[in-house]
């Protein structure tokens, strides 16, 4: 199975700061990457697509870029409600996989 | 308006059966590939399983594999996930989402989610 690496896997920020989450993947996978926001007992919702896709109705302050392996989610100007925990996922083939996580504290 | 409401969840002891529901009130799930996903207290998430649009393809973590079956029903616009021989490290959230991908052969990405619900096997 491909496996995925988020980096860092915490890291505390404030309000109005520029934050970005890396995402490693263990081989190539093209642009075949997903991104996940999740709150403390919510399901995930989803964000970005294809590496760089903003889903309907996500802010225009997050932001994703990369291809192949490397790849990273930025969110510019937090917001209160960003503080959460944001995974990477990978749908190049099956199993889709997820990283590990990161969280964005205050 | 929720549209994945999941049910079927709760407490059971090791070696024993549950079925997950999944049912899309509020979504069209009938040309998408669905899925099962879990989170272990204090986990990521865990792709568990995944069934095509039509029901005839379905795909399995190996860690669940053989123990878990994944089915739906089109006319009933319902996902189940049957878990059978459940152990303590099965223990987790179980969410059910939609692969946003359609038809796709692939997994895409999972765009909907229901609202998760806890399978807890403990003795």
């Known amino acids: 199975d491909i496996q995925m690496t988020q980096s860092p896997s915490s890291l505390s920020a404030s309000v109005g700061d520029r934050v970005t989450i890396t995402c490693r993947a263990s081989?190539?996978?093209?642009?075949?990457l997903n991104w996940y926001q999740q709150k403390p007992g919510k399901a995930p919702k989803f964000l970005i697509y294809?590496?760089?896709t903003l889903q309907s109705g996500v802010p225009s302050r997050f932001s994703g870029s990369g291809s192949g392996t490397d790849f990273t989610l930025t969110i510019s100007d937090l917001h209160p409600e960003d503080f959460a925990t944001y995974y990477c996922?990978?749908?190049?083939?099956?199993?889709?996989?997820f990283g590990q996580g990161t969280r964005l504290d205050i | 308006q929720v549209q994945l409401v999941q049910t079927g969840g709760g407490v059971v002891q090791p070696g024993k059966s549950l079925r997950l529901t999944c049912a899309a009130p509020?979504?069209?799930?009938?040309?998408?590939?669905m899925v099962w996903v879990r989170q272990a207290p204090g986990k990521g998430l865990e792709w568990v399983a995944s069934?095509?649009?039509?029901?005839?393809?379905?795909f399995y973590a190996d860690s669940v594999k053989g123990r878990f079956t994944v089915s739906r029903d089109v006319s009933k616009n319902t996902v189940y996930l049957e878990m059978s021989s459940l152990r303590v490290d099965d223990t987790a959230i179980f969410y059910c989402?939609?692969?946003?991908?359609?038809?796709?052969?692939?997994?895409?990405?999972?765009?909907?989610w229901g609202q998760g619900t806890l399978v807890s096997v403990s003795s």
């Open positions: 509020g979504l069209s799930i009938r040309n998408y590939a």
């Open positions: 081989l190539s996978i093209d642009r075949h």
């Open positions: 069934i095509s649009y039509d029901g005839t393809k379905k």
């Open positions: 294809d590496a760089s």
């Open positions: 996922q990978e749908t190049f083939r099956n199993p889709p996989i």
């Open positions: 989402a939609r692969d946003g991908g359609g038809i796709a052969a692939r997994p895409r990405y999972f765009d909907y």
